[in-house]
């Protein structure tokens, strides 16, 4: 597997050496985030700029904290875009990149 795509130093500062906390955060992590990447996508196909909107406002605090650096600016972008309504194509392109890139991330996570 290529290099991690995450950073868990936050979450390790937070837990203090609670490993039981660093593994919940994580699997909270892996359950949540494809949901939110659903919701994501299905508003692009469905033209719903409200619910793009929204799931990458919930999934912007999940990303900062797993420490997910290639995304911290492209969830932002995302929900931006979907605020502004204006420019489909880059935000489908930036959609695609958080797609792919948590699918990547998920992967190396559940390997821990």
């Known amino acids: 597997m290529s290099d ?6 936050q979450i390790n500062l937070m837990a203090e050496g609670d490993n039981e906390f660093v593994k919940s ?9 494809p949901d939110l990447i659903v919701k994501i996508k299905n508003g692009l196909v469905s033209g719903n700029y409200d619910e793009i909107k929204a799931s ?10 797993m420490g997910i650096a290639t995304l911290k600016n492209e969830i932002r972008e995302i929900e931006k875009l979907a605020i502004e309504r204006t420019d489909q ?3 489908n392109n930036k959609i695609k990149h ?7 991330v ?3 996570l559940k390997l821990l």
Not at 25 to 33: G, H, K, Q, S
Not at 58 to 65: F, T, Y
């Open 56 to 65: 990458a406002h919930k999934l912007k605090p999940s990303i900062d904290m």
């Open 106 to 108: 998920i992967a190396q």
């Open 4 to 9: 991690k795509l995450y950073n868990l130093e």
């Open 25 to 33: 955060m994580v699997n909270m992590f892996i359950e949540i985030a």
């Open 98 to 104: 958080l797609d792919d890139t948590l699918t990547q």
């Open 89 to 91: 194509y880059t935000l």
